[in-house]
């Protein structure tokens, strides 16, 4: 459970909706446009957009279908609240995903802790109370983003294996689990597996990485997945796509993700 101490984390000033610039989406089931709104405000205002919903069984669709980096469930949905959080722990990609849980009762509590809730929101609500829990799991909700960012980038990309002579290639884009390649070699299927070089923009030394072909297209577009990189290049590689995903936020935002980048590192 979060355990950040929440007195210490300073005010947010609130934004008009849509303003800011999303790296994140969360999901916000609610029947109570109130509460809905009140938690767009406070995520908008830190670059975090929302998708809405009113209704368990769309709410778990969308879990199926979409990625989120965070989700929020109230527990005035009765009953279907905590069927919602137990199907975003078992959808593939959202299953690591922070969700907070807004509650009105001890007894909600206790579900919601049981039902996986990473921290929690009570009754009755205020901006000042939303904004310090938000603000609070707000770290948890980068880290989720940069596991999933994939950041456009073309870099040169040497390809080798065994039995087939040493390949070059084009990335496409790069996130901290593997990468997208265009022209890859005939050879290069689903399930082969390749060693990889690249480098990236502003960074000195290359990165190598044992890897598997997940996908292949008509085009020759190929995902590769790493298996294996090392400890020192896989923490290069991490902060190099925190900054790209910091780039282009406003000052204010930006500062916020700064800090939530440190404390991570720090614990």
């Given at each position: 459970?979060?355990?950040t101490r929440?007195?210490?984390?300073?005010?947010?000033?609130?934004?008009?909706?849509?303003?800011?610039?999303?790296?994140?989406h969360?999901l916000?089931?609610?029947?109570?446009?109130?509460?809905?709104?009140q938690?767009?405000?406070?995520?908008?205002?830190l670059?975090?957009s929302?998708e809405t919903s009113?209704d368990?069984?769309?709410?778990?669709?969308?879990l199926?279908r979409?990625?989120?980096?965070m989700?929020?469930?109230?527990?005035?949905?009765?009953e279907?609240?905590p069927?919602i959080?137990g199907?975003?722990?078992?959808?593939?990609?959202n299953r690591?995903a922070?969700?907070?849980?807004?509650?009105?009762s001890?007894a909600?509590?206790?579900?919601?802790?049981?039902a996986?809730?990473?921290f929690?929101?009570?009754r009755?609500?205020?901006?000042?109370?939303l904004?310090?829990?938000?603000i609070?799991?707000?770290?948890?909700?980068?880290?989720?983003?940069?596991?999933?960012f994939r950041?456009p980038v073309r870099?040169?990309?040497?390809?080798r294996?065994a039995?087939?002579?040493?390949?070059?290639s084009?990335s496409?884009?790069v996130s901290?689990?593997?990468?997208?390649?265009?022209s890859?070699?005939?050879?290069?299927?689903?399930?082969v597996?390749?060693?990889?070089?690249?480098?990236l923009?502003?960074l000195?030394?290359?990165?190598?990485?044992?890897?598997?072909?997940?996908w292949?297209d008509?085009?020759g577009?190929?995902?590769?997945?790493?298996?294996l990189?090392?400890l020192?290049q896989r923490?290069d590689?991490?902060?190099?796509l925190?900054r790209?995903?910091?780039?282009g936020l406003p000052?204010?935002?930006?500062?916020?993700f700064?800090r939530?980048?440190d404390r991570?590192r720090?614990?």
């Amino acid at each position: 459970m979060l355990s950040t101490r929440l007195e210490q984390v300073p005010a947010l000033t609130l934004l008009p909706l849509q303003e800011s610039p999303a790296i994140a989406h969360a999901l916000v089931v609610s029947k109570d446009p109130d509460t809905t709104e009140q938690i767009a405000r406070v995520l908008n205002a830190l670059a975090i957009s929302t998708e809405t919903s009113s209704d368990a069984s769309a709410a778990c669709n969308l879990l199926q279908r979409r990625k989120f980096e965070m989700v929020v469930v109230d527990f005035d949905l009765g009953e279907e609240a905590p069927s919602i959080l137990g199907e975003m722990r078992v959808s593939p990609s959202n299953r690591t995903a922070p969700a907070m849980a807004i509650t009105r009762s001890k007894a909600d509590l206790a579900v919601a802790y049981c039902a996986g809730s990473t921290f929690l929101a009570e009754r009755p609500l205020s901006l000042d109370a939303l904004n310090r829990t938000l603000i609070a799991g707000y770290g948890l909700v980068v880290r989720e983003r940069r596991r999933y960012f994939r950041c456009p980038v073309r870099a040169r990309v040497a390809l080798r294996r065994a039995d087939m002579r040493q390949a070059q290639s084009h990335s496409v884009n790069v996130s901290e689990g593997g990468m997208e390649i265009m022209s890859a070699p005939a050879k290069l299927m689903p399930g082969v597996r390749v060693q990889v070089e690249f480098e990236l923009p502003g960074l000195m030394d290359k990165f190598r990485a044992a890897s598997e072909t997940v996908w292949r297209d008509r085009r020759g577009h190929a995902g590769l997945r790493f298996l294996l990189l090392p400890l020192e290049q896989r923490c290069d590689l991490q902060e190099w796509l925190a900054r790209k995903l910091e780039d282009g936020l406003p000052e204010q935002v930006a500062e916020r993700f700064r800090r939530a980048i440190d404390r991570h590192r720090a614990g």
